[in-house]
């Protein structure tokens, strides 16, 4: 069992800015990567929006350049996968497959998970046309007829989104109503540019031999029939599910699993404790306001470990 000051879990960008602000406040932050090294920014191809790149980077590469920036002030990155924690003992034990850590203080950075629809096809084409953030990738489908998934705000809020870009977005449902609030379905309804397949599932995306969406394979799940809508990008809105497992019964959450942190602050309601990026953000979900919060919880962890509040 190793003990460190301040122990980082997850790799994404609020990671790896938290371990970067930690590394140069001399705290030997130890970082463990988790299930998704990197983050969800490891599945986009292209980032065009985040400040300093005119030209864009790639997903992998800007994550690969922050982990070396933090790397450099000293900060040290583990494999590991988190298992169980007891965050109120003192100091606070991690539990890691083989490993167990102890830490003073505790920065939870380990972000949420889209959720796909789990066939080959979508699998082999996410970030080939398939994707699950419109605020990131919209605006690579300019003129092209795309597909949402989903019936809440957040596919209502996708399409309306993505109708800056595409020439047609066509919401795909799997029941015959909205789950979305009746302000979100109104603006959708009334958007000529959105059109709506109700009853229906997508079984396949083609078309994985040309790696790039071609169209989509739609199942009525009333009549059973199948056809093939033609579209050049598939977008999932099916809700993201908070990485926030081996935290259940030890620090508060809301009723989707995001940890709930204080106004204005990244501290959760355990001292020592705090929380950044997707894992408490169902809001913004970017990679730069992710960013944003991991500074937030380093410096935040920093008044901690000097014995401010």
């Not at 990197?38 to 997903?59: K, S």
């Not at 959760?268 to 950044?276: E, K, P």
């Amino acid at each position: 069992m190793s003990h460190h000051r301040l122990v980082i879990l997850g790799t994404g960008p609020a990671g790896l800015t938290a371990a970067l602000y930690a590394a140069r406040a001399d705290l030997e932050p130890l970082v463990v990567d988790g299930m998704q090294p990197g983050g969800q920014l490891m599945i986009t191809t292209e980032v065009e929006n985040f400040p300093g790149f005119p030209e864009g980077i790639t997903g992998p590469e800007l994550m690969a350049r922050l982990r070396e920036q933090a790397e450099k002030f000293g900060a040290k990155t583990i494999n590991g996968n988190v298992t169980a924690t007891d965050l109120r003992s003192s100091p606070k034990r991690i539990v890691l497959e083989g490993e167990e850590l102890t830490c003073d203080a505790l920065i939870i950075a380990t972000g949420a998970t889209a959720r796909w629809l789990g066939i080959p096809s979508e699998k082999a084409l996410m970030g080939h046309g398939v994707s699950a953030c419109a605020t990131c990738d919209g605006f690579f489908f300019r003129g092209k007829e795309i597909a949402v998934i989903g019936g809440g705000d957040t596919a209502m809020e996708e399409a309306t989104f993505l109708t800056k870009f595409a020439a047609k977005v066509t919401v795909i449902h799997r029941r015959d109503a909205l789950r979305a609030s009746k302000a979100m379905q109104e603006r959708a309804r009334q958007n000529p540019k959105i059109d709506f397949r109700w009853n229906s599932v997508v079984t396949e995306v083609l078309d994985v031999a040309q790696k790039k969406v071609t169209g989509v394979r739609c199942k009525d799940v009333v009549t059973g029939r199948e056809e093939v809508l033609p579209v050049g990008g598939l977008f999932l809105a099916i809700g993201h599910v908070p990485n926030t497992l081996p935290f259940k019964g030890q620090i508060d959450l809301d009723e989707n699993g995001y940890v709930l942190t204080e106004p204005r602050s990244t501290r959760t309601n355990i001292a020592g404790v705090f929380a950044a990026g997707d894992v408490q953000d169902h809001v913004y979900r970017q990679a730069i306001s992710a960013a944003g919060s991991g500074c937030m919880a380093a410096l935040d962890a920093e008044r901690h470990l000097a014995g401010g509040h």
